[in-house]
């Protein structure tokens, strides 16, 4: 037996792994659907991230609903399946959050922990800034004070010329709307304006929760790992007070379809407590198919309430992404390597040698965050959604090549794409259970656009990176606007048609297992994470989150783990 079984050997996981086993007295074992995570050049070469998903067997390879507001379209919606997780499988931009974020989790939980002030010492615990692989001077590009040298996760800067880099960087000189941005990791300095973009990699390769955490714990003989290991339902163990306690975990070997053919099928009990870091995904579904979700839903799919809560999988708030693809001139994007077989091999070469190369770093040098202007027409019927008056509304993202996931690269032509995202979304989905069979996949609805200020937003971040690319800086460059659907994209109404038949995700789901204040019936959580009318169980990953941050989510995901295995510890 052991103290303490963790659902889900991921981002958070494997936080929690290694920091309650720091205590020798204490065991814990992680029980994760994915296999290893070693020996994969994909997942370990910076710029082959993307090749991890969609439809390999390292993602869960989700797809969601049609989308009602996306012309009733439906597409991947990647998972990390590895041990790692997300992680694992991720496009690596390290970000935390603003301090508006953190300070709205502290307001909405009503726990003064979550506020900056408090979260900004887990920076020096997760975060290892090592020099960029090429080894060049870095002042300017980074605020050093605001940073770790000493924690889990190695974190840099880019390492190679993406030949744009110099005009990005002209732009934000030329044009007094795209301020340059000495450090874009968010937290104590702003988010706002165009910046060099930092990335969980160090040496050429990739740092996740598994290759930090996980490798830095793994020889501990009080911390077991069991790869794939499903996991199909919590237990109830009886009662605490008026407290139903799920301290025993039922799993099978991966690979099945269904209970009745599943092989390896056991049960592990906690001494302390389950957690549950499976994930915005794997999580709502564990919590459903054990009876803790809307027991109107779960009846009508036969399985038994334990604990009615209809906001379990309610909230679902992600970022949707547009790929802008733009033609430029000459060769000197990366589609031309992107495109034939022996460059790839001779570039896949070269990373294997000496961890150098095109594959060494990751596939973007640059991005920025920008607000709407406050006179902007949505704000006359919407209330600002931002996270605070200096938190972004949007984010844009510069990709030296064809960066389009729904359509293959052409065979001939060069490109620029400029990825936008809302980053402060009002759309809120859901995920609910298929079936009662734990091997069929969720029904995951983002809801993406279909709010008036989520499609405002998206058609002003289009305005904004045609402005941007108009400074001096590209005149020699850019060409237009790729493909007819962009091209033909002037009018507010023609932009809005072009967002709704191109618009995807970044992936960043949070908000099925929100936390709430400890009085507040609303939520799945309290403030330290445990489930609501539950005892012996808590949720620790990015489903807590009930707005989802203003960056990218999986920095935010550590820093949470982290304080999460400080109040475990607290509690034991
Ligand atoms: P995960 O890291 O996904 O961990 C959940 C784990 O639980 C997985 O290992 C999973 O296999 C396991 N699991 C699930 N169900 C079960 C079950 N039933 N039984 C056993 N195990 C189970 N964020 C960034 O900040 N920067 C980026 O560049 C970025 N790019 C991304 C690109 C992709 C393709 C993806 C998928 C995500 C990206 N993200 C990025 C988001 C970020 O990685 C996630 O927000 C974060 O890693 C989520 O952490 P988590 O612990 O909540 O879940």
Request: charged residues 15%; hydrophobic residues 40%.
């Amino acid at each position: 037996t052991f103290d303490y079984v963790i659902v889900g050997g991921g981002t958070a996981g494997l936080v929690i792994a290694n920091r309650l086993t720091e205590n020798p007295h204490v065991s814990v074992l992680v029980l994760e659907a994915g296999g290893s995570d070693q020996g994969i050049v994909a997942a370990e070469a910076p710029f082959l991230g993307p090749t991890l998903t969609p439809n390999t067997p390292f993602d869960w390879n989700y797809t969601v609903t049609p989308q009602a507001s996306l012309n009733g379209r439906s597409f991947p919606y990647p998972r990390g399946h590895i041990l790692g997780g997300s992680s694992s499988v991720n496009y690596m931009v390290h970000q935390v959050g603003t301090n508006e974020d953190w300070n709205r989790l502290a307001a909405v939980s009503g726990d003064p922990g979550w506020a900056w002030n408090n979260m900004r010492q887990y920076i020096s615990k997760t975060e290892k800034f090592v020099p960029p692989i090429d080894g060049h001077n870095t002042t300017g590009q980074f605020i050093p004070s605001l940073h770790g040298f000493n924690g889990e996760v190695l974190c840099s800067l880019p390492g190679g010329n993406q030949t744009i880099d110099s005009r990005v960087i002209a732009t934000t000189q030329q044009l007094a709307e795209f301020p340059f941005n000495q450090d874009t990791m968010g937290g104590d300095h702003s988010l706002l304006g165009v910046g060099w973009m930092q990335s969980t990699d160090g040496g050429g390769i990739r740092s996740s929760s598994s290759t930090s955490y996980l490798a830095q714990a793994n020889s501990r003989p009080n911390l077991t790992v069991l790869i794939n290991a499903t996991v199909l339902k919590l237990i109830q163990t009886g009662t605490s007070g008026s407290l139903k306690a799920f301290r025993s975990v039922q799993f099978a070997n991966t690979g099945a379809t269904s209970v009745a053919t599943c092989s390896g099928l056991r049960t592990v009990t906690a001494r302390k407590e389950v957690i549950l870091s499976a994930g915005s995904i794997g999580s709502t579904q564990i919590l459903q198919l054990s009876g803790i979700g809307d027991a109107k839903k779960l009846a009508s799919l036969k399985i038994p309430s334990t604990i009615n809560n209809p906001n379990v999988g309610e909230n679902l708030s992600d970022h949707p992404l547009l790929p802008n693809v733009f033609s430029v001139k000459g060769n000197l994007s990366f589609d031309g390597i992107l495109r034939d077989p022996n460059q790839i091999n001779n570039a896949v070469g070269q990373w294997i040698s000496s961890r150098t190369g095109i594959f060494s770093n990751n596939v973007a040098n640059h991005y920025g965050f920008a607000r709407l202007p406050p006179s902007s027409t949505i704000f006359k019927t919407t209330h600002d959604p931002a996270a605070g008056p200096t938190s972004p509304h949007w984010e844009m993202v510069f990709a030296n090549f064809w960066f389009n996931p729904t359509v293959a690269l052409p065979a001939t032509g060069s490109f620029m794409t400029i990825v936008t995202v809302v980053i402060s979304p009002t759309s809120r989905g859901s995920i609910t259970l298929a079936s009662s069979n734990p091997f069929d996949k969720p029904l995951i609805n983002p809801n993406f656009l279909s709010t008036d200020f989520d499609i405002f937003a998206m058609r002003e971040s289009v305005k904004a990176i045609k402005r941007f690319l108009a400074a001096p800086a590209w005149s020699d460059y850019v060409i237009g606007p790729f493909g007819d659907a962009f091209s033909k994209a002037k009018t507010d109404a023609q932009i809005e048609k072009y967002i709704r038949g191109l618009a995807t995700t970044i992936f960043h789901p949070v908000g099925t297992a929100s936390m709430t204040s400890a009085k507040s019936s609303a939520g799945v959580v309290n403030p330290d994470l445990t489930v609501k009318g539950a005892a012996g169980l808590r949720v620790v990953d990015a489903s807590v989150f009930p707005f989802v941050p203003s960056s990218h989510t999986q920095g935010p995901v550590y820093l949470l783990a982290e304080r999460a295995a400080d109040i475990i510890k607290a509690a034991a």
